[in-house]
């Protein structure tokens, strides 16, 4: 399911990768906490966009904040057009589709959409998941977490 708001995501701190700013694609929102992807042409898209501007390429890693460039919003101010959108890569408690185990551990891990992650790059009824990082290991009380670098 997709994201419908912004989300904090529980997060173990690694070395912080290098960030971007990025525009988002006209027509696209994205939510703090999405799962974003980076387009082709440069421009950013929240995981699972069915319709991007151009093919995407690869993860930007997790929006800081949203951003809204769907030209409907009846906000003013920085959250409202193209951007700039400065996503973090690190490692993050993301929800599976289906439950990893420890022997999943260092496995890749896809884009189901803005909100999901699956260890499944191509689904029996889809096309193939762009990766967004590996399995780095699960909480005690089971929660996964995914290196996004």
Not at 4 to 32: C, M, Q
Not at 128 to 138: E, K
Request: aromatic fraction near 6%; charge should be negative.
């Amino acid at each position: 399911m997709a994201l419908t708001k912004d989300r904090v995501l529980p997060e173990k701190k690694v070395s912080h990768a290098p960030e971007f700013p990025l525009a988002v694609a006209a027509g696209s929102r994205v939510f703090r906490g999405s799962i974003c992807m980076v387009c082709q042409d440069g421009s950013v898209v929240p995981a699972g966009t069915a319709a991007p501007p151009s093919p995407v390429v690869a993860c930007a890693g997790i929006a800081r904040h949203a951003q809204d460039n769907t030209g409907t919003s009846s906000v003013v101010g920085a959250q409202v057009g193209a951007g700039p959108l400065w996503c973090e890569k690190s490692c993050y408690g993301l929800p599976f589709d289906t439950a990893p185990t420890w022997a999943d551990v260092n496995k890749p891990v896809y884009a189901v959409d803005d909100e999901t992650v699956s260890l499944t790059e191509t689904p029996a009824s889809g096309s193939a998941r762009l990766q967004v990082g590996t399995l780095s290991g699960l909480e005690a009380d089971g929660t996964p977490y995914v290196l996004i670098a």
